[in-house]
């Protein structure tokens, strides 16, 4: 279990944020959340194969796609329980350090595999419920 502070810590130290599967209609929680992201001062950078652009926003097709000289410090997971090893596969891949996995999404094997990476993971929590919990506030630029 990760401490409130450590989470606090990821949060206020964070500035980009891949969210996977974001969605381009504004009642899913995957744009309610990137949205709040975004006006909380983080960089946004949507994942979503079926989509170009989403909230302004240039999409990729996966993590991978993304291109390299863009940093990543939080792989957002909204997708189905099933396709979150090969996204996290990705996240490892690109060294990422934390992986969140929103609600309702977990993967056991995935987040061992992320931890043996060193990287830190959440399952089963919304980032944009935690950030006002734990009162992070807007970024500092």
């Known amino acids: 279990m990760t401490s409130d502070e450590t989470t606090?810590?990821?949060?206020?130290?964070?500035?980009?944020?891949?969210?996977?599967?974001?969605?381009?209609?504004?009642?899913?929680?995957?744009?309610?959340?990137?949205?709040?992201?975004?006006s909380q001062g983080y960089t946004i950078v949507p994942v979503n194969p079926n989509l170009?652009?989403?909230?302004?926003?240039?999409?990729?097709?996966?993590?991978?796609?993304?291109?390299?000289?863009?940093?990543?410090?939080?792989?957002?997971?909204?997708?189905?329980?099933?396709?979150?090893?090969?996204?996290?596969?990705?996240?490892?891949?690109?060294?990422?350090?934390t992986i969140w996995m929103q609600l309702g999404v977990q993967n056991e094997a995935a987040a061992a595999s992320a931890r043996e990476h060193g990287i830190q993971v959440y399952q089963d929590l919304c980032i944009m419920q935690e950030h006002r919990r734990l009162r992070v506030g807007p970024l500092r630029t």
Not at 9 to 33: C, M, Q, Y
Not at 80 to 87: F, H
């Open 8 to 38: 606090r810590e990821i949060l206020r130290n964070a500035r980009t944020i891949a969210v996977v599967g974001l969605s381009d209609k504004p009642d899913r929680d995957s744009n309610r959340a990137a949205r709040y992201l975004l």
């Open 52 to 97: 170009s652009e989403v909230l302004g926003l240039r999409a990729y097709p996966s993590v991978s796609a993304i291109p390299t000289g863009q940093p990543i410090d939080i792989v957002d997971i909204f997708r189905r329980n099933d396709q979150v090893a090969p996204i996290v596969d990705e996240a490892i891949g690109r060294g990422v350090p």
